[in-house]
């Protein structure tokens, strides 16, 4: 087994636990060396305070991974950003290897990239080549860059292969600390753990495998912090949809979300993942949760996470990085959890929500805004969104494709059956979920109810894959996008929501109160 055990460690560390030999590319002429003894231009990222008047308060646990990631200062101003993680999958990479190849530029550390398949490999069969040209395209590509380059690759049938924002956490590559790259923009999801992880695109995805650094300005901190007891039937996925809903698509723009209160520290690393994992649709470059016992706990044991005194030292400096006491924010929200209900998308972005119990708002609160999503979903202002009907129900994705996100489905499920006019569907996260799940019979439960069980992939997430909807079909889903045409169909209609709310709709054929169903 090879085990990345440099991972773990800041970058002021890195260096000492990498024999150059181990990685030919080593302090070659692109790639800027990763430690202040060898590289005095770091001492400039001094002047900055990430929002604090100099001397004023603590650091936010964003500064302190900053500051120890940062390399150098380029004449645009930007900061050189070291990234000690970079996760590839077949979508934005191929081009980036392209570009690296014409200019005969090799990855400077094929020990910090991973590669997945995600996004375009079917559910329903992995037999090769895959029935769509421009996939098996993608994916051969994938195969031969990554082993051209010595990098490890999680393909299908490995026991590793999955979601990319699934397959990192549970590996134990994602570590506190960090500062993470993907090709992807859900790549927040990461931040659960306490790590800057920021989704790129092809071009820098390319500077990255090249240099393996970034070129990005600090960001604004704004602490969320949501407070109060979630009552029953509410979900992560519902407290980041209400967050969302309050805050808007734009409200996060510029900035980096630390997640904080009772209800985000009650919370599993799998929620918690949840919840960053869509900081992005509302508009924020990344968020974070200040890593505790429990982060610690979820990595104890996992396979590229140190064991024994390593893994001790390894959560003394993890802790470290958990933002101050008298952390200074540029901005700071309170959110009453308590007050969250079980919540619903009703139009064409994530902030256009409800709780269920709401009704669908009227166009004269924003005439052209509305106007548009209510045209394209089919709705009536005014009318409850309990009970709209529903065609197709979708539960996985990097948003809710996890053990726990079947397990609270199995949970309530009972002797419930899928409607006779619904379509369902579970995808798990990975071949790692779903050899879990079968270990604990869950895709039995979901079978005799009336769901197929699928093959791990990002499947109906995004329509890069044979999972699409058709015509006007209205799918309960939980991913993390509604946007028009996003599942497949320009015509159709995508309406988010938790695992056990989808499978709630599932039983019931339209939008439904998952308390009223299961009796929660």
């Not at 900055?48 to 500064?63: D, I």
């Not at 375009?120 to 069969?125: A, C, E, H, K, Q």
């Not at 895959?130 to 860059?145: G, I, K, P, W, Y």
């Not at 010595?150 to 956490?169: D, M, R």
Request: proline content about 6%; aromatic content about 6%; hydrophobic content about 40%.
């Amino acid at each position: 087994m090879r085990c990345y055990r440099d991972l773990v460690f800041p970058i002021r560390c890195w260096k000492s636990h990498v024999d150059p030999a181990d990685d030919p590319h080593l302090g070659a002429p692109h790639t800027p060396t990763p430690t202040n003894a060898l590289n005095p231009v770091i001492e400039s990222r001094s002047s900055w305070t990430g929002g604090r008047s100099a001397g004023v308060g603590g650091k936010t646990l964003f500064q302190k991974i900053w500051d120890d990631h940062v390399v150098g200062q380029l004449d645009s101003g930007q900061h050189q950003v070291f990234i000690a993680l970079h996760l590839i999958h077949e979508v934005t990479s191929p081009q980036a290897f392209g570009m690296l190849k014409d200019k005969g530029i090799p990855v400077a550390y094929p020990g910090r990239t991973f590669a997945t398949v995600d996004h375009i490999i079917p559910t329903d069969g992995r037999l090769r080549p895959l029935e769509d040209d421009m996939a098996e395209r993608m994916l051969q590509v994938l195969t031969d860059a990554t082993a051209e380059h010595g990098i490890e690759f999680f393909a299908p049938e490995s026991g590793s292969q999955g979601i990319v924002h699934v397959v990192g956490p549970e590996l134990g590559l994602t570590q506190p600390g960090m500062t993470i790259c993907c090709g992807d923009s859900h790549t927040s999801t990461h931040g659960a753990f306490g790590c800057i992880s920021l989704g790129i695109g092809t071009s820098h995805v390319r500077d990255v495998l090249a240099s393996q650094t970034l070129a990005m300005d600090p960001l604004k901190v704004r602490r969320i912090t949501v407070n109060g007891a979630l009552s029953s039937g509410v979900t992560a996925k519902d407290v980041i949809l209400h967050i969302i809903r309050t805050l808007g698509v734009n409200g996060g723009v510029g900035y980096a979300y630390e997640y904080a209160g009772s209800v985000v520290d009650n919370m599993s690393m799998e929620e918690r993942m949840t919840l960053c994992n869509m900081t992005i649709e509302g508009g924020a470059r990344c968020g974070y949760i200040n890593p505790d016992d429990t982060t610690f706990e979820y990595l104890r044991g996992r396979e590229r996470v140190p064991e024994g005194d390593e893994f001790d030292g390894a959560v003394a400096r993890w802790r470290a990085y958990a933002s101050d006491s008298d952390a200074v924010y540029d901005d700071e929200v309170v959110i009453d959890g308590s007050a969250i209900a079980p919540t619903v998308t009703w139009g064409i972005n994530p902030a256009q929500a409800v709780g269920i119990g709401e009704k669908i708002p009227a166009t004269q609160l924003d005439d052209e805004l509305i106007s548009q999503a209510l045209d394209y979903m089919q709705l009536n202002p005014d009318d409850p969104i309990k009970g709209t009907p529903i065609d197709v129900a979708f539960i996985g994705s990097c948003t809710n494709g996890r053990l726990s996100d079947f397990q609270s489905v199995a949970d309530v499920l009972g002797d419930h059956k899928v409607a006779a006019n619904v379509k369902a569907i579970v995808v798990p996260g990975s071949e790692q979920v779903d050899k879990e799940a079968r270990a604990l019979g869950l895709h039995e439960v979901f079978e005799n109810a009336g769901f197929e069980w699928r093959e791990p992939g990002c499947s109906m997430c995004l329509a890069m894959n044979p999972d699409k909807l058709v015509g006007d079909e209205v799918c309960a889903s939980s991913s993390n996008r509604n946007f028009m045409g996003r599942q497949g169909s320009p015509t159709g209609r995508t309406i988010l929501m938790s695992p056990v709310m989808v499978a709630a709709a599932a039983v019931t054929g339209s939008v439904a109160d998952v308390r009223e169903v299961f009796g929660l």
